[in-house]
T-cell receptor
């Protein structure tokens, strides 16, 4: 049983397309995180949110606490957005991770 | 710029060797973590530490041990490396408290031959 489920697992998009990655979780959380991992392994934190919506550049993250669901949107996608996107939730001091969504944006 | 530094990006070791993976953070974070990441399995917690000289087992501690002698340094030890420990290893740290995010190192890709 996975506490965090992501979809899709793999996603290929044409440059310029609008992209959505979904995350559902089954535990009560204090915050949800979206992480980005580029080829080579390094992980960076994109967003941490506990309600509503956050925007940073072309990235938008939303969360619906009642439905236990979050989405990560990328507008006007670009090849440099190609990466693995990981959803993680924390409950107090415990973190649970999704298995990631591998995004490839083709020029 | 805050950082978590892992000592090696790529490592190749022989079966049976003792392997040390080092992680250092400069943010004075209390909590440090070691994860391994495998295709289709995501990030799995090996061990974590919430204070100097304290350690707790994660989901997959078998075959690993850790050491935290100083607050900034958290070492992962493979006592006798095996081929099923070939993986990407990621160190992370975070401040104690609800809502604080992780800062990750850049990872060590370990191959055991």
């Amino acid at each position: 049983k996975n506490e965090v489920e992501q979809s899709p697992q793999n996603l290929t998009a044409q440059e310029g397309e609008f992209i959505t990655i979904n995350c559902s979780y089954s535990v009560g959380i204090s915050a949800l995180h979206w992480l980005q991992q580029h080829p080579g392994g390094g992980i960076v934190s994109l967003f941490m949110l506990s309600s509503g919506k956050k925007k940073h550049g072309r990235l938008i993250a939303t969360i619906n606490i009642q439905e236990k669901h979050s989405s990560l949107h990328i507008t006007a996608s670009h090849p440099r957005d190609s990466a693995v996107y990981i959803c993680a939730v924390n409950t107090g001091n415990q973190f649970y991770f999704g298995t990631g969504t591998s995004l490839t944006v083709i020029p | 710029d805050v950082k978590v530094t892992q000592s090696s990006r790529y490592l190749v070791k022989r079966t049976g060797e003792k392997v040390f993976l080092e992680c250092v953070q400069d943010m004075d974070h209390e909590n440090m973590f070691w994860y391994r990441q495998d295709p289709g399995l995501g990030l799995r917690l090996i061990y974590f530490s919430y204070d100097v000289k304290m350690k707790e087992k994660g989901d997959i501690p078998e075959g690993y041990s850790v050491s935290r002698e100083k607050k900034e340094r958290f070492s992962l030890i493979l006592e006798s490396a095996s081929t099923n420990q070939t993986s990407m290893y990621l160190c992370a740290s975070r401040q104690t408290g609800v809502g604080f995010g992780y800062t990750f190192g850049s990872g060590t890709r370990l191959t055991v031959v």
